[in-house]
């Protein structure tokens, strides 16, 4: 029997940064949105937290006499 799994993950994950002082709270939002989109932060971010969300299983039952494929849900 084959079974197609999806599984639904809320992860969070934090890092931790060294920034210059004296910034104010929107050049601190600034710099950290730039470390983001340049990927540089990509590689600090360590997993702190996943929060399982869902799964559901899809089970695919071949039919020899017609070479159809029929698909059934299950949610667990």
């Known amino acids: 029997m084959k079974v ?3 599984v639904v993950d809320k992860i969070t994950s934090e890092a931790h940064l060294n920034i210059p002082d004296g910034l104010s709270e929107s ?9 983001y989109n ?3 932060m990509l ?3 360590n997993i702190a937290q ?4 869902s ?5 695919v039952k071949e039919q020899t006499d017609t070479n159809s494929i029929s ?3 299950v949610t667990l």
């Open 4 to 6: 197609i799994v999806t």
């Open 38 to 40: 340049s990927g540089e």
């Open 55 to 59: 799964i559901s299983a899809q089970i």
């Open 71 to 73: 698909l059934s849900e």
């Open 43 to 45: 590689i600090d971010l």
């Open 27 to 35: 050049a601190i939002k600034q710099h950290i949105t730039d470390l």
């Open 50 to 53: 996943v929060e399982f969300e």
